[in-house]
């Protein structure tokens, strides 16, 4: 192939993404998941990448999890979206980046909504006006946080104190890359690399110095799918879902697996425990699993902070493995220990997995 | 073990490494032009039986490919022999002569 023919195709699978002033929105669910991803977003972004990133406590979950659970109709969450929207213009922004895969997804479904059927965005403008006396707009970029990360991934790069790298060996760390389904299969041209190609967490495993893992099973659904797990009797579905994935990627033997989704991290990490528990089964070397970890607490580790600061406390599979493959220096003693040195209790210790 | 109260659901997941192909051999023996099938479907679009019950001699083939015997003797049970897929087959395979041999083979009939 002719290269430049090739890095022409390559372009079009890019998308837009701001250098600086954004509106920051957080989700629902990550911040019990995973709770310290999004401080450390917030503290990479703005504090070793100096960019303007605004947050705000007025705003609100977008309702994804309601509407996608069939529990609120589409204008409703809409109306939500638009507050949202609003909020961000109410505060001088026009670039809105999101914290959640869901919300960037259903953010891009309305927005799409919107353009086809002008009849009904003037309305979902007068329900806004109507509730909440706010002013409709909307957002001139919509980017995903992991986005950002990758746009800066190799500043990140320059400021690493550690990398996906075998510390002894110098082998780089074998890594599965999972992409969240609503963040580019919805809407292909809104992702960097489209659907056919999702370069976003690659383009980091790469950048850090990791050797990204192609395995059959790489572009399947973690198995969240909000149905398949709400409902009690359909959790095998979802169970399955990461079954056949761990299956998949099982022969690669991976260090690390990174997501950019709020479900798809915490099933793959939880559901790991299950397969242990029920099928006597682990994907880790010793009785371990494989850890699985946001980008923002991968590019923490990469920045050299502590990883009981990043929440990998509160992971099913113990970090460790991983850590001392990087090389990075930890307190065991203090891997419990909460803000201020506070005892945050220590959970059962488990036989089935590690 | 702790009853989760849901469980891992069976995968319908084909893993061709696994797939005994023991009856593929014996049917490609029998009948060489069997490998010759480019999976068109003009036998099944033409097939008489096909207009009314699930007959269908390219989803038997690719049944047999993934090792589903059974499967595959359930899609040419309701073939009458008429010969039509043999008259249309590109390829020039004796369908008819197929069937006859993948029954035979496969035990039914």
């Given at each position: 192939m002719i290269y430049e023919g090739k890095q022409k195709i390559w372009s079009d699978y890019q998308k837009e993404i701001p250098d600086d002033?954004?509106?920051?929105?957080?989700?629902?669910?990550?911040?019990?998941?995973?709770?310290?991803?999004?401080?450390?977003?917030?503290?990479?972004?703005?504090?070793?990448?100096?960019?303007?990133?605004f947050e705000t406590e007025h705003h609100t979950t977008c309702g994804g999890i309601a509407y996608h659970s069939d529990a609120i109709p589409q204008e409703?969450?809409?109306?939500?979206?638009?507050?949202?929207?609003?909020?961000?213009?109410?505060?001088?922004?026009?670039?809105?980046?999101?914290?959640?895969?869901?919300?960037?997804?259903?953010?891009?479904?309305?927005?799409?909504?919107?353009?086809?059927?002008?009849?009904?965005?003037?309305?979902?403008?007068?329900?806004?006006?109507?509730?909440?006396?706010?002013?409709?707009?909307v957002p001139k970029f919509l980017v995903h946080a992991s986005d950002m990360i990758y746009k800066y991934r190799n500043q990140i790069a320059a400021h690493a104190k550690f990398k996906l790298v075998d510390h002894k060996t110098g082998k780089p760390l074998k890594v599965v890359e999972h992409i969240g389904c609503h963040y580019s299969k919805m809407f292909p041209s809104k992702g960097v690399g489209g659907a056919e190609y999702p370069y976003v967490l690659a383009g980091m495993i790469e950048a850090w110095g990791g050797e990204v893992v192609d395995y059959p099973e790489r572009r399947h659904?973690?198995?969240?799918?909000?149905?398949?797990?709400?409902?009690?009797?359909?959790?095998?579905?979802?169970l399955s879902n990461t079954y056949k994935k761990f299956e998949s990627m099982e022969p690669y033997e991976p260090d690390l697996i990174i997501t950019n989704c709020p479900g798809c991290p915490?099933?793959?990490?939880?559901?790991?425990?299950?397969?242990?528990?029920?099928?006597?089964?682990?994907?880790?070397?010793?009785?371990?699993?494989?850890?699985?970890?946001?980008?923002?607490?991968?590019?923490?580790?990469?920045?050299?902070?502590?990883?009981?600061?990043?929440?990998?406390?509160?992971?099913?599979?113990?970090?460790?493995?991983?850590?001392?493959?990087?090389?990075?220096?930890?307190?065991?003693?203090?891997?419990?220990?909460?803000?201020?040195?506070?005892?945050?209790?220590?959970p059962r210790q488990l036989d089935c997995i590690r | 073990m702790i009853d989760f109260g849901f469980k891992l659901s069976p995968s319908s997941r084909i893993d061709l490494d696994k797939v005994d192909r023991t009856l593929l051999k014996r049917i490609a023996d029998m009948e060489p032009d069997f490998k010759k099938c480019m999976a068109c479907?003009?036998?099944?679009?033409?097939?008489?039986?096909?207009?009314?019950?699930?007959?269908?001699?390219?989803?038997?083939?690719?049944?047999?490919?993934?090792?589903?015997?059974?499967?595959?003797?359930?899609?040419?049970?309701?073939?009458?022999?008429?010969?039509?897929c043999t008259l249309v087959c590109p390829r020039g395979i004796n369908t008819r002569h197929l069937i006859l041999s993948i029954q035979k083979i496969c035990g039914e009939k």
């Open positions: 002033h954004y509106f920051y929105v957080r989700s629902c669910i990550r911040q019990s998941f995973f709770p310290a991803s999004e401080a450390a977003f917030l503290h990479i972004t703005r504090n070793i990448l100096n960019k303007d990133i409703t969450a809409m109306t939500i979206i638009a507050r949202q929207f609003a909020l961000m213009k109410k505060y001088g922004y026009e670039n809105y980046v999101c914290s959640c895969i869901t919300s960037f997804g259903l953010y891009c479904e309305t927005m799409e909504t919107w353009r086809e059927f002008p009849d009904l965005k003037e309305k979902i403008a007068e329900n806004l006006w109507k509730s909440c006396k706010l002013e409709f707009a659904c973690c198995g969240f799918g909000f149905r398949q797990y709400f409902v009690k009797s359909n959790r095998g579905y979802s915490y099933f793959m990490d939880r559901w790991q425990y299950v397969i242990a528990e029920s099928e006597g089964k682990t994907y880790g070397k010793n009785g371990h699993g494989i850890p699985v970890m946001t980008y923002e607490e991968v590019a923490g580790l990469v920045l050299g902070f502590d990883p009981w600061d990043l929440g990998l406390q509160t992971h099913q599979i113990g970090p460790e493995p991983l850590l001392d493959k990087m090389g990075i220096p930890y307190n065991p003693e203090e891997k419990y220990k909460g803000k201020n040195g506070k005892d945050l209790g220590q | 479907g003009s036998c099944s679009a033409t097939c008489s039986a096909g207009a009314y019950k699930a007959t269908s001699m390219r989803r038997a083939i690719l049944a047999l490919q993934n090792g589903l015997t059974n499967k595959a003797l359930e899609e040419l049970e309701s073939c009458m022999l008429c010969g039509k």
